[in-house]
């Protein structure tokens, strides 16, 4: 019974991620092709016929459907296009080049955050209302409201260029190069998380049941560890979705910062450039990412919580 | 409990009662802007966050006029000096001898004019779209919210990004699209709020008057949803700022020769070995801004909206 509702609820929220995915294409595809300029703008004083060549060749000579269609059926086929910019490149070889160091700073920041998050936030949630709690939270929302573009060069300055402990910016998968990336990534993730779970502990320890386990005499820490703990953490779960969205967007300035070729670091030049199919291509990959890993989210929180899945919004 | 108390004491009680309420009758006129303005005034860190606040505003909006340098002066004699009062430069000077302090104040300006005017624009989009579809309900109100989810799984930053690629980068649009895709959570919010208020005594009152529903709309929901809005207009100020700061330091958002704290910080990002000042000013203006705005919508959000939680 419940393992097929679960499984209805999966199925129906996924035929909901389709036209989410298909306004996503459409609305970068028009986007772009109603820019002003193309991409050959810059190539100075290219005579005509090469600019028809050039066009040819990259079909924008068709009608505008066309192309749309065109670029539809490619996509649904995995397959971005070459890029404007980065000549015998295509964009799926600039993403997979990127996106696996993208991907692993990424996890990483997630995982320091959640954990980092939750503990600070049972601790702060433990002496609510005391010295300790608001001196983290405080803390916290210096967190939330530091840029991250803001936090790197201050982690530069003190930690690689005055101390010298560490490298100030590249990328080797060595451990030295990662940590700054990812702690910056990290950092305002774990303020909110931390901020989540600490509101969510609070309202659990003062439910029935958790006086009721205290009232049987079970120690503190397993009240907490057996009882308060998975409750408490929901919130935290359903926020992994949107923390997601805001790492991949993180990403994009802290690749810039450390001078890391991921993913981001290429969106950005491709930006700049006015380089089409790539800025296309990876804001329809990250948006498959980011809208993929919001359904397990959410999967995830209806497996945890039964009781909330059906009632939408509380 | 008890179900029979004892005819004097409920003699008592009615005049006592009547009395109390006699008292209280200069109390009743309280509004729920007295009742939250109370409630802030107890939340010291948002007093104090709205104090620094004015103050950051005003340094802003007056400060460039009482300063000896424009904030594209070249000072030659001092280029690239450490703060000092000597030179006059009190946060110092950047690579080709602007002062960093006008720089600041007047990037300041920016940076809090895009907060204001795209907030504004996600403002007006968000609670026309929520209270419409809150109000008519049914069909029209499924549709839309639906499309809201919809836009609401897409990597925002993104499409912000692809804007400014795609039409040029102008401050204007910097406004419209920061707002145009930050109104998503105002329209919830008003969407949840108008249904609430929809099925109260006096909106019925009023349609059963006979006044037609956009009338009712501007002057009966709109009105009472007031305190929610104010909440989300100062937690989406920050927001605003944050981002517009986000594309500048890119180097996608406000272009040369005006800037914004984000640009600026980019600019002593890169210089910031040879000079640091030039990345910590702005850096500290931009950062302390955000954090007062955090908890001035936190100390507003409790107290104009106690429920919520967070």
Request: aromatic letters at 10%.
């Amino acid at each position: 019974m419940r393992q097929e509702s679960l499984f209805h609820h999966a199925s129906s929220r996924l035929l909901g991620l389709v036209p989410t995915l298909l306004l996503l294409v459409t609305i970068s595809f028009f986007l772009i092709r109603v820019a002003p300029g193309g991409p050959f703008d810059a190539e100075m004083a290219a005579p005509p016929e090469i600019r028809a060549n050039l066009e040819a060749k990259y079909h924008l000579d068709e009608p505008l459907l066309q192309q749309y269609f065109r670029y539809l059926g490619e996509i649904i086929a995995g397959d971005f296009g070459p890029s404007f910019q980065y000549k015998d490149w295509s964009v799926n070889e600039l993403i997979a080049r990127g996106f696996p160091i993208s991907a692993t700073i990424g996890g990483l920041a997630m995982v320091l955050a959640f954990f980092a998050g939750t503990l600070i936030g049972i601790f702060a949630a433990l002496r609510q209302n005391r010295l300790a709690d608001h001196a983290l939270m405080g803390i916290g929302m210096l967190g939330i409201s530091i840029p991250n573009f803001v936090i790197a060069p201050l982690l530069i300055l003190g930690l690689a260029i005055y101390g010298g402990w560490l490298p100030a910016s590249g990328w080797d998968w060595s451990w030295q190069r990662g940590v700054l990336p990812v702690v910056t990534l990290a950092l305002p993730a774990i303020a909110y998380i931390a901020r989540l779970t600490r509101g969510s502990m609070i309202e659990v320890l003062h439910s029935n049941y958790i006086r009721t386990a205290r009232a049987k005499g079970l120690p503190e820490h397993l009240v907490i560890l057996r009882h308060a703990l998975k409750p408490a953490l929901l919130p935290v779960i359903s926020y992994m979705g949107p923390a997601t969205a805001a790492m991949i967007t993180g990403s994009v300035v802290v690749e810039r910062i450390y001078s890391i070729p991921g993913l981001g670091s290429y969106f950005v030049q491709g930006a700049l450039n006015r380089d089409y199919t790539l800025v296309m291509g990876v804001v329809v990959f990250y948006g498959v990412v980011i809208i993929l890993l919001n359904f397990i989210v959410d999967l995830v929180y209806a497996g945890l919580n039964p009781r909330i899945r059906y009632d939408e919004g509380r | 409990m008890s179900e029979a108390p004892n005819t004097t004491a409920t003699a008592r009680s009615v005049e006592e009662v009547f009395a109390a309420a006699m008292a209280e009758e200069d109390v009743r006129g309280r509004s729920l802007w007295v009742d939250a303005w109370h409630r802030l005034q107890k939340n010291r860190a948002a007093i104090v966050s709205g104090v620094i606040m004015l103050l950051v505003v005003l340094a802003v909006v007056v400060g460039p006029m009482l300063l000896p340098w424009e904030a594209d002066f070249t000072d030659w004699e001092h280029a690239s000096t450490p703060p000092s009062l000597e030179t006059g430069h009190w946060f110092g000077t950047d690579a080709v001898g602007r002062d960093i302090l006008a720089r600041t104040l007047e990037g300041g300006r920016i940076s809090l004019l895009v907060g204001l005017v795209a907030t504004l624009v996600s403002l007006v989009i968000g609670v026309s779209y929520g209270a419409i579809a809150g109000y008519y309900g049914g069909m029209t109100d499924r549709i839309m919210m639906r499309s809201v989810d919809i836009i609401y799984a897409l990597p925002f930053m993104f499409f912000v990004i692809l804007l400014m690629v795609v039409f040029g980068r102008n401050i204007i649009l910097i406004f419209v699209a920061i707002g145009a895709v930050n109104w998503l959570d105002m329209a919830r919010i008003v969407r949840g709020q108008t249904l609430s208020l929809k099925n109260t005594e006096f909106v019925e009152a009023a349609r059963a008057c006979g006044v037609d529903h956009r009338a009712i709309i501007r002057r009966h929901i709109v009105p009472n949803l007031l305190g929610v809005v104010m909440v989300y207009i100062t937690l989406t100020i920050p927001q605003v700022i944050l981002v517009e700061s986000f594309l500048s330091f890119l180097g996608l958002g406000v272009q040369e020769p005006m800037s914004s704290w984000g640009a600026l910080v980019n600019e002593g990002a890169q210089d910031m070995e040879s000079a640091p000042w030039t990345l910590i000013f702005p850096a500290a203006f931009l950062t302390v801004t955000l954090y007062c705005f955090n908890y001035i919508g936190d100390g507003m959000r409790d107290a104009l909206d106690p429920k919520d939680h967070l």
